[in-house]
């Protein structure tokens, strides 16, 4: 095996025979979950190559010309490309005495130059008319979501009374919207180019893959807050600026979900528990370093540490805008009862003493995601909209476009209770998505920050409950492993990585040393401290698991049309009946009918 070095800028091409060439580190890009191939150290070239940079800062037209630099990697008659990237003409170090070159940093040209690129791009959300995806036999062909929902009606907010939004949006449909604005006349279009399942199983798919449960992802409805504040106006919001790289930054805190691009050019958005092998189905084991062929390689390598500074006393995430509003006085609002819960606000996880690590004053490190851009307190929106600004986005599920009360209700996991949009507050969406890669296997979970105190003591509102991760944080590090690079050699990194001291690590980092042709390879494997206070700790579970909640709306029909007249009008009568879920399987209803009035025409001019 050999490598060939290339650089190449405008017509100009030279193979060249560097003095020395950095190593290419694979590892998780810094804030991200997918993998980058980076250099890591310069590139130092002489005599005909120091002529050839030479040539090229001469003939530049602007100074930061970019320069090409390839590595090819050839295996007997097969050649590929191994890796790519470019540097400016400000990168290079001139030695003009000894006719040395210097290319201090090769950055790497990858799939996701262009996303990083253009990420602050500002989009008008509004831009985007979504196809209109209501019930069957609903029959508006209105461009946006239209749902209904019981509210105040307030002088300032809601003065006709209005119980119907018409200003919705599928959240899923707007942020592909939002990738295709963003890569628009980039050259990189084709990797929005895809639908919303193509885009996301995480966010599509009828069987969520991390819980197994129905997908109520799916059926998230994104609105401006201004309209949400104002279901009876005719003044909607018609600007909404937000860019990419705002939105991916709250969907990791919101879904703990992240982006990149797969190997089709394509954007895609997933779980994090999906990229510990890229898929959803769990690793096996693709290397196997107690085999006798790596005997040699594994000789003084039985070494490992922990990285104590990734565990945390206390980690969660929170809502800005939906605390706020929670906790403000309302004048619209003026019942002594808040109408809302506090678990959309924040959902926490506080770990025992055993096992915490603390720094020399005694304090526990903490981490705490933050999400600004969106809200899911439907209630203390339409409800106390004084508390809430006119600016940012709410979200709301909604499934049942003809009922009265189309924001579906769901299960909050702390206090037990039902609330409206209560399957997007922040406990719910946490229990569900966001107990991979905790600092500890068991805590206690709460919508409190700081450890829970009942403010009545004779109260029996739920603050905590004790709750097991899904997975923990992989902290301990085994000493590197050299393995040879040769023809014939085949190491599969994708899966779980058998070293003989742990059966499942998995890598951390590749270092590719082209000189040498090795590859220095980094494992870790999960956290050993399972620190577990609840030795009788049972999950907890959805009241009725089997069955729909009991008040949950199932279904509406259409019962009956008729009409009647008076002397003046035509009365167009619907009735509907509502099918509500009972809580054991069984079903109660609910009827209620509209009424259109229309005057009647007359002989005389129209």
């Not at 769901?410 to 406990?427: A, E, F, H, Q």
């Not at 009647?564 to 009008?569: E, G, L, R, S, V």
Request: aromatic share 14%; proline share 5%; net charge negative.
């Amino acid at each position: 095996m050999s490598y060939i070095y290339h650089l190449e800028y405008a017509t100009r091409t030279k193979v060249i025979q560097p003095q020395s060439v950095g190593k290419i580190v694979v590892a998780r890009e810094q804030d991200e979950a997918f993998f980058r191939e980076k250099m890591n150290g310069s590139v130092v070239v002489v005599g005909e190559d120091y002529d050839f940079l030479r040539d090229a800062e001469f003939f530049a037209l602007e100074c930061c010309q970019e320069i090409t630099f390839l590595i090819e990697r050839t295996c007997g008659t097969t050649k590929e490309l191994f890796w790519e990237g470019y540097f400016t003409l400000y990168d290079i170090e001139w030695d003009l005495d000894n006719r040395t070159a210097t290319i201090k940093k090769v950055n790497v040209r990858d799939r996701y130059n262009v996303i990083f690129s253009n990420w602050h791009k500002e989009v008008n959300w509004f831009g985007y008319i979504p196809p209109h995806r209501p019930a069957a036999t609903y029959p508006s062909v209105h461009p946006l979501v239209r749902f209904n929902n019981t509210t105040l009606g307030s002088p300032e907010y809601n003065p006709s009374g209005s119980t119907t939004w018409t200003r919705g949006f599928y959240f899923n449909y707007a942020i592909l919207f939002l990738v295709k604005e963003t890569l628009k006349e980039t050259g990189a279009e084709a990797y929005s180019d895809i639908t919303e399942a193509q885009m996301s199983q995480f966010l599509t798919a009828e069987t969520n893959p991390v819980n197994g449960k129905s997908n109520f992802l799916k059926d998230v409805i994104l609105m401006h807050i201004s309209d949400a504040k104002r279901p009876g106006s005719t003044e909607w919001a018609d600007t909404g600026i937000v860019t990419l790289k705002e939105v991916l930054a709250d969907l990791k805190s919101l879904y703990n979900a992240y982006w990149f691009v797969d190997d089709d050019g394509h954007f895609r958005i997933e779980h994090l528990s999906f990229f510990s092998n890229f898929s959803y189905t769990p690793p096996g084991i693709t290397l196997d370093l107690t085999e006798v062929r790596f005997k040699d390689a594994m000789k003084g390598t039985n070494q490992y540490s922990y990285q104590t500074e990734l565990l945390k006393g206390r980690e969660g995430v929170e809502q800005t805008i939906s605390a706020a509003g929670y906790e403000a006085k309302s004048e619209v609002w003026t019942q002594f009862a808040n109408p809302s819960s506090p678990e959309f606000s924040g959902a926490y996880m506080v770990y025992g003493e055993s096992c915490v690590p603390r720094d020399d004053k005694g304090e526990a490190s903490t981490e705490f995601k933050i999400i600004n851009l969106f809200t899911t307190d439907w209630r203390t929106v339409t409800f106390k909209p004084d508390t809430v600004p006119d600016q940012g986005w709410v979200l709301v599920h909604v499934t049942n476009f003809l009922a009265e009360d189309g924001v579906n209700y769901g299960w909050c996991p702390v206090s037990g209770d039902r609330y409206i949009n209560g399957d997007l507050s922040m406990t719910r969406l946490y229990f569900e998505f966001g107990r991979t890669d905790l600092s500890f296997n068991y805590g206690m979970f709460s919508w409190q920050k700081e450890q829970p105190k009942l403010v009545d003591p004779e109260s029996n509102y739920i603050t905590e409950r004790p709750l097991k991760a899904r997975t923990v944080k992989r902290v301990k590090t085994f000493k590197a492993i050299e393995l040879d690079m040769c023809c014939g050699d085949d190491y599969d990194f994708s899966g779980f990585i058998k070293h003989p001291l742990d059966d499942n690590c998995v890598v951390e980092q590749l270092e590719y040393d082209t000189e040498q042709q090795i590859v220095t390879m980094t494992v870790k494997s999960a956290n050993e401290c399972t620190d577990i206070p609840f030795p009788d700790y049972e999950e907890i579970l959805e009241p009725n698991p089997d069955c729909p909640l009991e008040g949950q709306l199932l279904r509406t029909e259409q019962t009956r049309r008729y009409s009647a007249h008076t002397a003046i009008n035509y009365v167009y009568i619907t009735e509907f009946t509502d099918y509500y879920a009972d809580g054991e399987c069984g079903e109660y209803t609910k009827t209620r009918e509209t009424r259109t009035v229309s005057p009647k025409r007359t002989n005389g001019p129209r």
